[in-house]
């Protein structure tokens, strides 16, 4: 497959590695230098484009890929405020997208076993949640992509809670999601679930990249042929 990349960053280099493994092409590796390029690219010369690059860009590069007819795997986080805008171009010129605040089969493991907790654990009030996730120090959003798909979990089951906030609370009616940023942190998200008694945690703990740019390069093989909006759920059928 020929694969352009879109951000050459700690995650576009550890997809370059996996694809070129695989005996895929790269046939692009866009920096912000670069980013001008991307517009000149068309579905003759790319069979997927990989997006990995910053939240302020991410929307810019999805919209491109679009206009271009390039199917477009983006792991961006902190656009999602964008999406509406995105569908309606996706619908408009039957654009092929796939996004996941994760991409690691792991998390997405994790996301189906939140949701059944949540289910169970909502009968039981004497029990306070609250999500934390810890990051490196260079991540420019927060809360994690990933903490906000767990909370959503989490919300979608506790009628009584009615939004989110970034640090902890006591208030019944909110979710805390606690962030934190520490050295080289790769990526680790807890939940916590806590009584007078007794506390139990889901934790998932990233050990390395090569979890989410493995989970991207099959969304990007998945992807081609496809028209519409999709996401890991699609891809793996949880
Ligand atoms: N969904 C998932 O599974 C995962 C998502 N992420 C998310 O992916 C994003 C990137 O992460 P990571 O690779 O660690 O970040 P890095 O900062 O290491 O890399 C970002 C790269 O994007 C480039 N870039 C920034 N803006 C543009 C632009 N407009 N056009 C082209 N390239 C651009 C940067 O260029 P330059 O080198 O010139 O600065 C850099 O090469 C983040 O939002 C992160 O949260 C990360 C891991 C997993
Ligand atoms: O910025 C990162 O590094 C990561 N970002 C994603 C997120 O915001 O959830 C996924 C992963 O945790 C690593």
């Known amino acids: 497959m020929r694969i352009l990349l879109i951000g050459y960053g700690k995650m576009g280099q550890t997809i370059e590695r996996l694809a070129l493994a695989k005996g895929h092409e790269i046939v692009g590796a866009l920096t912000v230098e670069e980013a001008g390029r991307l517009a000149s690219f068309t579905s003759d010369q790319v069979d997927v484009a990989i997006e990995f690059t910053s939240p302020h860009a991410a929307l810019g590069n999805i919209l491109t890929c679009i206009k271009n007819k390039i199917p477009v795997v983006v792991g961006t986080t902190g656009w999602l405020q964008h999406l509406p805008q995105i569908e309606e171009k996706c619908q408009e010129l039957q654009g092929t997208l796939f996004y996941a605040s ?20 909502q009968q039981y009030p004497e029990y306070g949640v ?13 809360p994690s992509g990933t903490a906000l798909s767990i909370a959503d979990g989490i919300l979608k089951h506790f009628p009584q809670k009615q939004g989110w906030v970034n640090e902890v609370t006591v208030a019944p009616e909110l979710l805390g999601v606690i962030s934190e940023r520490e050295g080289e942190v790769v990526g680790t998200h807890i939940v916590q679930y806590t009584s007078e008694n007794d506390t139990f945690e889901l934790h998932h703990i990233a050990h390395s990249r090569e979890g989410f740019a493995s989970g991207a390069l099959l969304a990007a093989e998945w992807l081609p042929g496809r028209t519409g909006i999709f996401g890991m759920n699609d891809l793996l059928q949880l």
């Open 130 to 142: 609250q999500v934390k996730e810890i990051h490196h120090v260079h991540k420019l959003d927060k």
């Open 102 to 121: 994760n991409f690691s089969v792991g998390v997405n493991l994790f996301f189906h076993f939140n949701e059944y907790v949540a289910q169970k654990m």
